[in-house]
């Protein structure tokens, strides 16, 4: 073995970890910041928000679209609609704002109080429940609210399907 070789590779290898330092350091921060599972959760709970106000919007869409004579709109024509629905006042940006901010705050308290009751309880060392059981009731509360809008929007595929989240919350 090639001792002299094996230093020179080695001192190599640190002086590449080392030039850049600071960039690096700042990239894995960042990375570690969004990557955590704490900011995936607030990620797909931002998500199923921007969903349920999507599919309100497709509902708001439809009903403009049925009160101007068109009987029985499609999907595709009530997404279409949402600009005609928002300009004739049928969808309000400043009311779907604050419902989608209203929302992510609401949850974010919810589930902060949750883990700090589950910080608690391991603390205690008894099981916890309280983060898995909040999060489980809005993913379920979301998922119920835009099967109801596109419902609303007559979505033929969905009209049971708000039937069974609803026995399956309980």
Partial sequence: MNTTMLAKSFLGAVKTLITG?????????????????HAILFYAFAVL???????R????????????????PT???????IKSARSAGYIKSDIMKHRFLGKIIVYLFCVITAASGDLIM??????????????SYLT???LLSVT????AAGVEATQGLADIIKRRKV
Avoid: M, R
Wanted: proline share 1%; hydrophobic share 55%; with cysteine.
């Fill in 148 to 151: 109801e809008n596109l419902n």
């Fill in 21 to 37: 330092w600071n960039y690096k350091t700042i990239a894995a921060a960042v990375l570690a910041l969004l990557l955590h599972k």
């Fill in 122 to 135: 391991t603390e205690l060392q008894q099981p916890t429940w309280a983060v898995i059981t909040i999060i």
């Fill in 49 to 55: 928000v921007f969903v349920d106000c999507f599919t």
């Fill in 75 to 81: 999907l595709v024509q009530s997404i279409i609609g």
């Fill in 140 to 142: 379920v509360t979301e």
């Fill in 57 to 72: 919007w497709i509902a708001l869409a439809h009903d403009y679209l049925i009160a101007n004579g068109n009987a029985a």
